[in-house]
């Protein structure tokens, strides 16, 4: 079993791609496409996440037992508190033993849709580190990743209440944190050194998402909180949204910042790839990661 933190360290850089499931058997088809030309640049390991409400598990663990197997590639699935019990978590994260899937990246998750608050179900858990601490009491030897906001969560009332939920979740037994995207590597860096003072020492992993469509990314940052800077977003309205134009300045923009980021020292960066390649494929050939 190889779990998250091991795919970190001194002389080892983790780089990690997170996918979706597709909705549709023509959609996998399409998926495996990708995945196929993404594991050229031999990830440490990729995840998956599900639909919301857990609408999409089962594909979800399909999509990850597949890349376990035919690339014997370490996998984890992402695990919500959304509409669980315990009961209910208990018996999916046992279906993925079963399928050799030992990692869990563990996630409080979004209010079902229509919902402005999150709420837990009876026998449920109402934040992450709650599921964090059921999973390592239970499931002791997987590894868990769980999510840290370089910009703040939405919800929390500050950044300093935010990085002490962080805390708990890590003392929990987390294993590494990846982080939301960002655009702005000096909200970074400004997180990473608030992160380091409060005693974390665990892999901090900063999360990237290559930009091909403009208007895409304003509105997965609208719902995140992550800002786009002013100079980024007049390039890419230069161009026609879902242009070749805007990928270009999404690429280029994308490499600068994992170029920097990798000069900084990151322990690894992890890719939201969006079930597409073509994007993360140029940033890193682009890009000498650390090997």
């Given at each position: ?17 997170e ?17 196929d ?8 390991y ?30 984890a699935t ?18 993925a ?8 990246v ?7 849709k ?10 449920g ?11 390592r ?15 703040t ?42 992160y ?19 208007a ?27 242009s ?16 920097e ?10 890719f ?12 890193l ?7």
């Amino acid at each position: 079993m190889t779990t998250l933190a091991q795919a970190y360290g001194r002389d080892r850089f983790g780089l990690s791609f997170e996918l979706f499931p597709p909705k549709t058997d023509a959609g996998v088809e399409n998926l495996w496409f990708h995945v196929d030309r993404l594991v050229q640049y031999k990830p440490s390991y990729i995840t998956c996440t599900y639909g919301a409400g857990g609408s999409t598990q089962d594909r979800t663990l399909e999509v990850v037992a597949h890349v376990r197997s035919k690339f014997e590639l370490p996998v984890a699935t992402h695990l919500t508190c959304v509409g669980n019990t315990a009961d209910q978590l208990r018996a999916y994260l046992h279906r993925a033993l079963d399928l050799e899937i030992d990692n869990v990246v563990a996630l409080r998750g979004d209010p079902p849709k229509g919902e402005t608050s999150f709420r837990s179900v009876e026998g449920g858990f109402s934040h992450a580190n709650e599921l964090v601490k059921f999973i390592r009491d239970e499931f002791h030897h997987m590894g868990i990743a769980v999510a840290g906001y370089p910009e703040t969560h939405q919800e929390a009332v500050s950044a300093e209440a935010d990085l002490t939920n962080l805390k708990r979740k890590v003392d929990a037994g987390a294993d590494i944190v990846i982080t939301q995207l960002f655009y702005d590597n000096a909200d970074f860096f400004a997180f990473r050194d608030k992160y380091q003072a409060a005693g974390l020492d665990v892999p901090l992993v900063p999360g990237l998402l290559p930009v091909t469509n403009g208007a895409q990314i304003q509105r997965i940052s609208s719902l995140c909180g992550a800002k786009l800077p002013p100079d980024f977003l007049a390039a890419l309205s230069e161009h026609e949204d879902g242009s070749e134009g805007q990928f270009e300045v999404g690429v280029e923009f994308a490499t600068k910042q994992a170029a920097e980021l990798v000069a900084a020292g990151v322990p690894g960066i992890h890719f939201y790839v969006l079930n597409k390649s073509e994007a993360t494929e140029r940033v890193l050939r682009d890009v000498q990661l650390p090997r």
